[in-house]
């Protein structure tokens, strides 16, 4: 195969993976919600795999594309692939009321688990299969990719998600903490900051934070799943 064919096998392998990771990812909020009797994601049509209901134009296209293109036309060996699905809606209200706010922390990690658990299965995959060569078959050669790619992106919105940062996961796993423990001025920090978090996100993306901020925990989580 040539190398322009190894490439068009990488990107449609993390296109793949990458909506594997976060339409399952936010599939995972709203299941848990509705086992706390939310069903506002079931009856918007928000836990079908159907990938048309869940893609954002902005999340699931244009900032995968801008990550993934934008560090290679700058010299970067590759890119770093990221993005998100449509938020799932959830009626935190009524998985409070049912499950108190313990329920709420595992709404709030269930799409880490999932994506955890996707890296977790796609490293024991990847440690039995035998690596390609020259001669390997196109479609082996475009499973071993896949399988490398859904480790990958799984570890990284994993890490990225559980990062206290507005928005993410990570703060609201916080916020329910601290009302939980009744840390109310805690909440409402993380609640007013909320729009802010995609500002913060960047600034991390584009300044040295990100390496002990990102770039070590995933390195760190990809190593011990490898081992």
Not at 96 to 123: D, E, H, K, M, P
Not at 200 to 214: A, F, Q, R, S, Y
């Amino acid at each position: 195969m040539t190398m322009n064919s190894i490439d068009l096998l990488e990107i449609a392998a993390a296109i793949i993976a990458l909506l594997i990771a976060i339409i399952g990812h936010e599939i995972m909020h709203g299941w848990v919600a509705y086992k706390y009797g939310d069903n506002t994601a079931k009856s918007q049509g928000r836990l079908s795999i159907n990938p048309l209901t869940h893609i954002d134009p902005f999340g699931s296209i244009l900032v995968p594309l801008m990550t993934y293109f934008i560090p290679v036309l700058l010299g970067a060996s590759n890119g770093f692939l990221f993005g998100w699905a449509k938020p799932v809606p959830v009626n935190m209200q009524t998985v409070i009321r049912n499950g108190g706010y313990n329920a709420a922390i595992q709404v709030s990690l269930a799409g880490i688990a999932y994506n955890l658990f996707l890296a977790t299965l796609s490293s024991i995959v990847l440690l039995s299969l035998v690596q390609p060569s020259e001669g390997s078959d196109v479609a082996y050669l475009f499973g071993y990719i896949l399988i490398m790619k859904l480790l990958l992106i799984n570890v990284v919105l994993a890490v990225f998600n559980l990062l206290p940062i507005p928005s993410f996961d990570g703060a609201h796993v916080l916020i329910y903490l601290s009302l939980k423990y009744r840390l109310q001025k805690v909440a409402e920090f993380f609640a007013k900051a909320e729009p802010y978090g995609m500002i913060v996100i960047i600034i991390i993306l584009v300044t040295p934070l990100k390496v002990p901020l990102v770039m070590w925990p995933i390195n760190s989580v990809l190593n011990l799943l490898l081992k």
